[in-house]
């Protein structure tokens, strides 16, 4: 929800079949279109849509990081591994893989209007992280500490 203008992601006829990584599936803001960045997890050899599957997902998880404005991280870091989205992994993409992606007609084009991806993520918040260390924040710590900040200002983590 860092964007402030419109933002809309389409795809055009893959005929079922996964395509070259940016060449059908865009993302268009504030009247400039890109090819949608594909974070590859389970699918490298591209995204496609119409069913529930290892390319659809790849797509719901790209369409959610890019809406977030979201980077996998580069390090590890506690929990999570270069590579992973702490705030949207354990399940959030997969929903929206399930509820959108998965629905969109296999050999047809397509259209996800920005407020749509809004409103599943209003309905389905992504995790709280730290916005330093991007963990989760820990449950209960009203300051929004996470096992990170913990770490650095060594407090003993019960
Ligand atoms: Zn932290």
């Avoid at 419109?6 to 009247?31: D, I, L």
């Avoid at 990081?65 to 999570?80: I, Q």
């Avoid at 992994?89 to 407020?115: C, N, R």
Wanted: aromatic share 10%.
């Amino acid at each position: 929800m860092s964007e402030s203008g419109p933002v809309q992601y389409y795809g055009v006829s893959a005929r079922g079949r996964r395509v070259p990584q940016g060449e059908r599936v865009f993302v268009e803001r504030n009247g400039r279109r890109e090819p949608l960045k594909h974070i590859v997890r389970h699918s490298p050899t591209g995204f496609s849509w119409g069913y529930a599957g290892s390319g659809p997902a790849d797509l719901a998880r790209s369409i959610l990081a890019d809406y977030l404005g979201l980077r996998p991280l580069e390090v590890r870091s506690g929990f999570y591994s270069p590579g992973d989205i702490p705030e949207i992994d354990g399940g959030l993409y997969q929903k929206f893989k399930f509820a959108i992606v998965a629905h969109l007609t296999m050999s047809e084009p397509w259209i996800i209007e920005g407020e749509v991806v809004g409103a599943f993520l209003r309905a389905n918040p992504p995790r709280q992280v730290c916005p330093k260390h991007r963990e989760p924040i820990t449950p209960g710590d009203p300051l929004g500490y996470c096992i990170g900040c913990d770490d650095e200002a060594g407090r003993t983590v019960a």
